[in-house]
Each structure stands twice: as structure tokens, then as C-alpha cells.
């Protein structure tokens, strides 16, 4: 064989193989990124949560032992118009649903405020 030959073979075969590894390594560290962003991204939501849960805490004595799913409120005008329960609530206010205790309370963590509470209405409560 010509050592021209030999010499664009080795040539097409090397860049072949190190754009072959620059695609597998650019895969691996965009999953590696998207699995970590994720990840931080529920810490900073879990974190939030018991910050909430904590302050609730200072102003109310809270289920113990039950961890309550905790959600924002992002439009209270909705709410009140198709639920009581959120009469007096504002956008950033927050929910603290205990499932198994069946207890539901709206809190104000800017006023640190309780300012409804309740029950969970699950089919066996109906």
C-alpha cells in the first residue's frame, strides 16, 4: 500500500474516533447536567418546605411525625372563587396538607399568619 494511503486512513480514522468520543462524552455531561439540575432544584424545593413547615411551627402546633406536602398559592383570585377555604388567601401564601391527619392550613409566611384551617376532604371524609 502507498504510505499516502496508510497516512489518510490513519487520518480519517483517528478524527472518526475522536468525534465518536466527543459526542459520547457530550451526552454523558448533558445527562450528567440535566440529572443535577434536577436534583438541586428539589433540594432548593425541599429546603423551602421546611422552612415553611418550621415557621407554621413558631405559630401553630403542627401533626408530628407526618411530613405535609406544602404548596404555593399562584393564583388566589381562582381559588376563592371556587373555594371558600382560600377567602382570605393572596398569591405566596402557602398550603400544608397533612394527609393522614386530615388537616389543610393556609399560612401566610410574610405575616407568619395562620389564616385558615380545615379538613382534608378525601373520599372516606365525604
Keep these: 500500500m502507498d504510505t499516502k494511503k496508510i497516512g489518510k ?4 480514522s483517528s478524527v472518526s474516533t475522536l468525534f465518536s468520543a466527543l459526542i459520547i462524552v457530550g451526552g454523558g455531561f448533558f445527562v450528567y ?3 443535577l439540575k434536577g436534583w438541586v432544584a428539589d433540594y432548593k ?3 423551602q418546605s421546611n422552612a415553611v413547615i418550621k415557621e407554621a411551627g413558631k405559630v401553630i402546633r403542627l401533626s ?11 393564583d388566589a383570585q381562582s381559588l376563592k372563587q371556587n373555594d371558600s377555604f382560600f377567602e382570605s388567601a393572596q398569591n405566596g401564601n402557602t398550603v400544608l396538607i397533612y394527609e393522614q391527619s386530615g388537616i389543610v392550613i393556609l399560612f401566610d409566611p410574610a405575616r407568619h399568619k395562620v389564616l ?3 379538613m382534608v376532604a378525601t373520599s372516606s371524609t365525604q
Design 64 to 74: 408530628e411525625g407526618e411530613k405535609p406536602q406544602v404548596s404555593m398559592v399562584l
Design 45 to 47: 424545593t425541599e429546603r
Design 33 to 35: 447536567t440535566s440529572y
Design 9 to 12: 486512513i490513519i487520518l480519517i
Design 116 to 118: 385558615n384551617m380545615g
